[in-house]
């Protein structure tokens, strides 16, 4: 608990320090720091000897003026084609409150989630989306959801859909007890 509230304040006083004003002018990429309906703040970007941007960190503010900071979005992109392929968001100051976590493999492969937190950080529910295919070409998507108790480590239900080239083939439901056993699965 202590660790946390150190790094807490930690990224408080970083914050208050740089200020959600002062943004750094980028001649590569532009728009990466776009997130929901947030105003972004380039406070800072990572360039390779080659000067390829690596990283990019944003604050993602609730107002134009770039005063209000609500969280941070950090990209990264690929050192060798400067491609976007990974980025991180995270929401909430004090208490973390949502982060959303996305990448890209060099083949275009694509893994989405996103966390929700309670005001006590605790874990309540994740959401994924991801996107594959195999060596003949075949697509595929798994979508899902997590409920957690109220502890955030055991999982209450678990929702999967599985779709092939566009089709959905498969749902899975599962729930738990509070002990993180399975008390029923529905495969339809």
Same mark, same amino acid.
């Given at each position: 608990?202590?660790?946390?509230?150190?790094?807490?304040?930690?990224?408080?006083? &970083?914050?208050?320090? &740089?200020?959600?004003?002062?943004?750094?002018?980028?001649?590569?990429?532009?728009?990466?720091?776009?997130?929901?309906?947030?105003?972004?703040?380039?406070?800072?970007?990572?360039?390779?000897?080659?000067?390829? *941007?690596?990283?990019?960190?944003?604050?993602?503010?609730? =107002?134009?003026?770039?005063?209000?900071? &609500?969280? +941070?979005?950090? *990209?990264?992109?690929?050192?060798?084609?400067?491609?976007?392929?990974?980025?991180?968001?995270?929401?909430?100051?004090?208490? *973390?409150?949502?982060?959303?976590?996305?990448?890209?493999?060099?083949?275009?492969?694509?893994?989405?989630?996103?966390?929700?937190?309670?005001?006590?950080?605790?874990? +309540?529910?994740?959401?994924? =989306?991801?996107? !594959?295919?195999?060596?003949?070409?075949?697509?595929?998507?798994?979508?899902?959801?997590? *409920?957690? !108790?109220?502890?955030?480590?055991?999982? +209450?239900?678990?929702?999967?859909?599985?779709?092939?080239?566009? +089709?959905?083939?498969?749902?899975?439901?599962?729930?738990? =007890?509070?002990?993180?056993?399975?008390?029923?699965?529905?495969?339809?």
């Amino acid at each position: 608990m202590a660790k946390k509230f150190i790094a807490a304040a930690l990224m408080i006083t &970083a914050l208050l320090l &740089a200020g959600c004003g002062e943004t750094v002018a980028s001649t590569q990429v532009l728009d990466y720091g776009d997130f929901e309906d947030y105003y972004s703040s380039l406070q800072y970007e990572v360039r390779n000897d080659d000067g390829v *941007v690596t990283e990019q960190m944003y604050f993602l503010c609730t =107002d134009p003026e770039l005063t209000g900071i &609500a969280g +941070k979005k950090s *990209v990264y992109f690929n050192g060798e084609t400067g491609e976007m392929n990974r980025y991180t968001v995270t929401i909430g100051i004090l208490a *973390v409150e949502r982060v959303y976590s996305y990448t890209k493999d060099d083949l275009g492969q694509t893994y989405y989630t996103e966390m929700f937190y309670d005001s006590g950080q605790v874990l +309540k529910r994740g959401t994924w =989306d991801n996107n !594959y295919f195999d060596t003949e070409g075949k697509t595929y998507r798994d979508t899902g959801e997590e *409920v957690y !108790y109220t502890d955030g480590k055991t999982v +209450k239900t678990f929702h999967l859909e599985h779709y092939e080239d566009g +089709k959905l083939v498969e749902t899975t439901d599962r729930t738990f =007890d509070p002990h993180g056993e399975m008390t029923s699965e529905t495969v339809k």
